[in-house]
């Protein structure tokens, strides 16, 4: 320490320069926080996927924040958010998915909600009955991106991947076709029902198949497809005949499809190409029709039981069916007639129609008509009332030309087998009608009494017999029959005998001529006596009356 009086040097201060930027390690620690919090928050915008919004109609099974959103069974994002939607008459859901699905969600991608379902005769989502239901997706083939879509209420039947193709099939109607009904191929399932809507103009059905692979290879544009719903039961000439293509087909119906035999070989079907739905085997079977002629057949007679689709039949071979049915009054003839218009197919009853066709274009029946073919109508059943039209030839039927400039041709035709029958029990009523049963049944009973009183006197004449005659005659047919036994037992002894003298004489030398006629006098007399003992047998009142004459 410094005494007072010592001299001391005061150090003096030294200006020193501030410099302009001097680095404060104070502030290293926040830089470099913000540095890795600024990393972290990039490498998470980074790897956070894309954000989709579906609407669905209900929340049923969907929970936020637990429902997963999987494809191919594999988690890919979840739930976010469950939200009302705007027009109250659905739900919107926000999902968070990762960022490997953002390549997945693009415009024709499809979610749905997977729970378990039994629908098309087939069971799905089971899994779900423990684990609890989730949203499933089915990425598309586009390349446009997309965040909103509209969740679907069923599963899709295929999915994007599956080997297969897609055909269109028209029909009447669905039938019990439903989504997922399958398809079959020779009794194989190869397919299934994805879609059905109903055409621009109302008319037809549009169902939307999926072959499978590699199914699809055997559709050809000659393939045909059918209805092969419910149970197919056939009655013929051969016996009760019932098919079903399986249980599946019976409950939830179904398709089937096949190639006739005889087709051409084709390559296979587009993808989407276009085909007829029939209504079952047999009609898809049927020779395709190529010609189809219009024909008009005018009945004077009811057409009940004749429906439009009745066949028309040429002795036993289907060679058309009935188009429409109308009313026409003829005023010339002041009658009102039955107008049946018909579609005739000329290639099932003529061979080779196309390669040679009538000259100047006159109908294939002209000459047939000319020859005296007729239209009439028949009963295809008794029990139901149904009936159809025949076409066949009419023994002594007038000659009668068919107008070929009207149009559609005229086929003349005959009453019917029903009214035939009507008129024949009319005529034969009129017959009894004119017949004077009373004047007839006062004959029979004159008849009658003629014939009591004639039994009568036979009656009388036959006591007669029997107390008088009959008692006499028995007796003389007992002392007959007695000599009948005797002379029987005398014709054996004369065969013996005859029987030793033959075995004597094949011993014996040749005899004298005297005694072959001997023994033929004998043969002689023992067949008469043979003749007269059969006789005597059949008519032994013979013995007192005598042999009857022959009348000639």
């Known amino acids: ?21 001097a680095f404060q390690w104070v502030w290293l620690l926040p830089v470099v926080a913000a540095v890795v919090g600024g990393f972290l928050a990039v490498r998470a915008i980074l790897a956070d996927g894309p954000t989709v919004t579906i609407r669905f109609k209900t929340a049923e099974g969907i929970e936020a924040g637990k429902t997963r959103v999987k494809y191919k069974d594999v988690d890919i994002g979840i739930v976010k958010s469950i939200s009302l939607g705007e027009d109250r008459t659905g739900i919107v859901v926000k999902a968070d998915l990762s960022k490997a699905a953002e390549d997945l969600v693009v415009q024709d991608t499809r979610f749905w909600v997977v729970r378990a379902r039994i629908a098309g005769g087939t069971v799905s989502g089971i899994g779900t009955l423990l684990s609890g239901s989730y949203i499933g997706m089915d ?3 586009s390349t446009e991106s997309r965040r909103e879509f509209e969740g679907l209420e069923t599963p899709p039947v295929i999915t994007t991947g599956l080997a297969g193709k897609q055909f269109v099939l028209r029909a009447e109607d669905l039938g019990s076709l439903d989504v997922g009904s399958p398809v079959y191929f020779r009794r194989l399932e190869a397919g299934r029902v994805i879609a059905y809507e109903l055409d621009k103009e109302g008319r037809d059905v549009l169902v939307r198949v999926f072959v499978n692979a590699p199914y699809d290879r055997y559709v050809t544009p000659s393939t045909r497809f059918w209805h092969a719903s419910g149970i197919d039961v056939a009655l013929d000439a051969n016996g009760l005949k019932i098919n079903t293509e399986s249980l599946t087909s019976i409950a939830v119906g179904g398709l089937a499809f096949q190639t006739p035999d005889n087709a051409t070989p084709q390559p296979s079907a587009a993808d989407n190409a276009s085909f007829v739905l029939f209504n079952d085997r047999v009609q898809a079977m049927k020779p395709p029709i190529t010609i189809t002629e219009h024909y008009v057949l005018v009945f004077r007679e009811s057409v009940r039981g004749l429906g439009i689709g009745a066949p028309v039949d040429f002795r036993g071979l289907l060679v058309g069916e009935v188009r429409s049915i109308e009313a026409e009054y003829d005023r010339a003839k002041k009658e009102l007639g039955m107008v049946v218009q018909i579609d005739f197919y000329p290639e099932r009853l003529f061979r080779n129609r196309q390669r040679a066709p009538v000259p100047d274009g006159t109908p294939a029946l002209t000459r047939m008509v000319e020859r005296g073919l007729r239209a009439q109508m028949r009963s295809a059943n008794l029990l139901t009332g149904q009936q159809y039209i025949a076409l066949d ?10 107008d070929v400039t009207r149009s559609p041709p005229e086929i003349p035709t005959v009453a019917g087998s029903a009214q035939e029958l009507q008129t024949t029990i009319a005529s034969i009523a009129k017959k009894l009608e004119r017949v004077q049963f009373e004047e007839i049944s006062g004959d029979v009973r004159k008849t009658l009494q003629t014939a009591t009183s004639t039994l009568q006197t036979a009656s009388s004449v036959l006591n007669r017999a029997d107390r008088e005659i009959v008692p006499e005659v028995a007796g003389t047919m007992v002392e007959a029959r007695q000599a009948m036994v005797e002379a029987r037992e005398a014709l054996v002894q004369a065969r013996k005998a005859l029987s030793s003298v033959e075995r004597t004489l094949k011993d014996a030398e040749p005899l004298p001529t005297e005694a072959s006629d001997a023994l033929r006098e004998i043969g002689r007399a023992a067949q008469s006596f043979r003749v007269l003992a059969d006789y005597l047998e059949r008519h032994p009142e013979a013995v007192i009356r005598g042999k009857k004459e022959d009348k000639r």
């Not at 030839?393 to 068919?402: D, H, I, L, N, Y």
């Open 1 to 21: 320490m410094a005494e007072p009086g010592d001299n001391i040097e005061i150090p003096r201060a030294v200006r020193v320069r501030k410099r302009r930027f």
């Open 139 to 141: 990425p598309g083939k």
């Open 393 to 402: 030839f009419v023994r002594g039927a007038q000659k009668v030309s068919m």
